[in-house]
């Protein structure tokens, strides 16, 4: 069964660096779309990042020049790498399994959802 | 960027109750829309994909329906663990994803 687990968040100054990884023992995050999203207190999700099969990486707006992902397969982990850290990036960071469920003929495309989840980490970004 | 509006933002219904969650998207996106359930504590669960598809697991209590722009998720009888925040969920922008703002279903 795959279970995703996150860890290295913690209390980190504003400008400081951290590196969140998300592991499973059943080496599937070698072999899937790993996506990070995030939720800051009290508030909704919001998507982070995600790295497809290989090394191809997409960011949000939010976070694009400041957060890495990045996979060691020899690990099957992959990685969040959060530089330049601000108050607002405060969330609870989760990793999940970017599936591809469906297929739409009609377009030709899959229809992706995020089907396994992680507990998730915290991060707090404060002085 | 594609935004996603959820209404509404909270709701209370008793145990037994027919309930039914929406979900807007700003643009047309087909049928490429999952929901999820949250529990305080807990990561988010998904339980419909593509707008009508039971995630494995899933009771079949809960359903989706919609395509275009506008969506719905039903559950028709609530059971007490169904009590949960619910979010919404676009995938037509992969990998830009974004998300409703979530439903807070309480007991009433």
């Known amino acids: 069964e795959v279970q995703l687990v996150e860890s290295g968040g913690h209390l980190v100054q504003p400008g400081g660096s951290l590196r969140l990884s998300c592991t499973d023992s059943?080496?599937?995050?070698?072999?899937?779309?790993v996506t990070w999203v995030r939720q800051a207190p009290g508030k909704g999700l919001e998507w982070v990042s995600i790295i497809y099969l290989g090394i191809t990486t997409y960011s949000a707006d939010s976070v694009k020049g400041r957060f890495t992902v990045s996979r060691d397969k020899s690990k099957s982990t992959v990685f969040l790498q959060m530089n330049s850290l601000k108050a607002e990036d405060t969330a609870v960071y989760y990793c999940a399994r970017d599936m591809d469920l469906h297929y739409d003929s009609s377009i030709g495309r899959y229809n992706y959802a995020m089907d396994v989840w992680g507990r998730g980490t915290a991060v707090t970004v404060s002085s | 960027d594609i935004q996603m509006a959820q209404s509404p933002s909270s709701l209370s219904a008793s145990v037994g109750d027919r309930v039914t969650i929406t979900c807007r998207a700003s643009q047309n996106i087909r049928n490429f829309l999952n929901w999820y359930q949250q529990k305080p504590g807990e990561a988010p669960k998904l339980l419909i994909y593509?707008?009508?598809s039971l995630q494995s697991g899933v009771p079949s209590r809960f359903s989706g329906s919609g395509s275009g722009t506008d969506f719905t998720l039903t559950i028709s009888s609530l059971q007490p663990e169904d009590f949960a925040t619910y979010f919404c969920q676009q995938s037509y922008s992969r990998p830009s994803y974004t998300f409703g703002q979530g439903t807070k279903l309480e007991i009433k």
């Open positions: 059943t080496f599937s995050v070698n072999n899937n779309y």
């Open positions: 593509a707008a009508s």
